[in-house]
């Protein structure tokens, strides 16, 4: 059968469509568009209006063409500035009166869990991995195996909140740099400190940051996932790459090889989070994972019909 799996994220929203054949995902396609649901959530605790028409739209644009690649089941979740919000389910009504289509706004918890089963789904691992996703609006950190999660932790730092709430300047400020930099630290002291605990020998990146990073890394003219899967970047090129970010115009990064000229403006601070999670838990490298929440939302809605 053919499935739609459809995120509304904080700072874009991702359709993935795919055949489930004997529990494989076959034939992936994933589309994505910077709709920035988030935006201003942080500061005003609403969704905007203009914000709310903005992803309806995205998210008719989507259902009909998971409906024309004859998607039999369409499941579709939102995260972290939908449960953030307080008009969220205004959202979730809107959406089932206009297009028909049910929205489970879930948890940080839930978030983290389907990130790793759709890791899982495309990695060949039987130890321990810590998988690390940054969003918009929040970062997910899932420890576990084959065999279930051991340690799952949402904290409310992403790419799209810090910026918001730090980043003011065309080219990046030294000191609201600094500022961000040490708000991070400190909102997410006590989930590394725990992790460490941990030994962590393997970290797993998913979400527009990391796969972005990649992509920089690889100076990719045009987005492969192929090219992207199980890429490794190590922490000598994030500190490369975010020490050119920060020198660089708002335009200069738009025209950046491998980076999605809407996620320009935000990805100094996604790369940031990413630099400090690794320097604190003293890992040298992430491998880059493309099946992430989508995949497992698919994996776990699809055992529950067979």
Do not use: P, W
């Not at 992403?158 to 990046?172: N, Q, Y």
């Amino acid at each position: 059968m053919k499935i739609g799996a459809i995120d509304i994220g904080t700072n874009s929203m991702r359709l993935l469509v795919c055949d489930f054949i004997n529990d494989e995902l076959l034939n992936r396609k994933k589309f994505v568009n910077t709709t920035r649901i988030g935006k201003g959530v942080d500061e005003y605790g609403f969704i905007s209006q203009e914000a709310i028409r903005r992803n309806i739209d995205a998210l008719k644009e989507f259902y009909k063409l998971s409906k024309s690649e004859g998607c039999d089941y369409i499941y579709c979740i939102g995260t972290s500035a939908l449960r953030d919000s307080k008009n969220g389910d205004d959202f979730v009504r809107i959406a089932k009166e206009e297009i028909d289509i049910d929205i489970e706004i879930i948890s940080g918890e839930e978030e983290s869990n389907l990130g790793f089963l759709g890791v899982l789904k495309g990695a060949n691992e039987n130890d321990d991995i810590l998988v690390i996703d940054i969003g918009g609006g929040s970062t997910e950190f899932i420890l576990g195996n084959m065999d279930g999660i051991k340690f799952s932790k949402s904290e409310n730092v992403g790419a799209l909140r810090m910026t918001e709430k730090f980043l003011t300047t065309d080219i990046v400020d030294n000191y609201e740099f600094d500022m961000m930099s040490e708000f991070i630290e400190n909102e997410i002291r006590e989930t590394l400190e725990s992790l460490k605990e941990k030994h962590i020998n393997k970290l797993v990146g998913i979400g527009g940051t990391i796969t972005s990073l990649s992509a920089i890394n690889q100076e990719l003219e045009v987005y492969s996932m192929e090219k992207i899967h199980n890429s490794v970047v190590t922490i000598d090129d994030i500190e490369n790459i975010l020490q050119n970010l920060k020198k660089m115009t708002l335009n200069d990064k738009k025209s950046l090889k491998g980076l999605q000229s809407k996620r320009a403006d935000i990805i100094t601070a996604g790369v940031k989070i990413l630099h400090i999670i690794m320097e604190k838990l003293e890992l040298r490298e992430i491998i880059v994972s493309e099946y992430d929440n989508l995949e497992g939302l698919i994996c776990l809605k699809s055992k529950k019909l067979s």
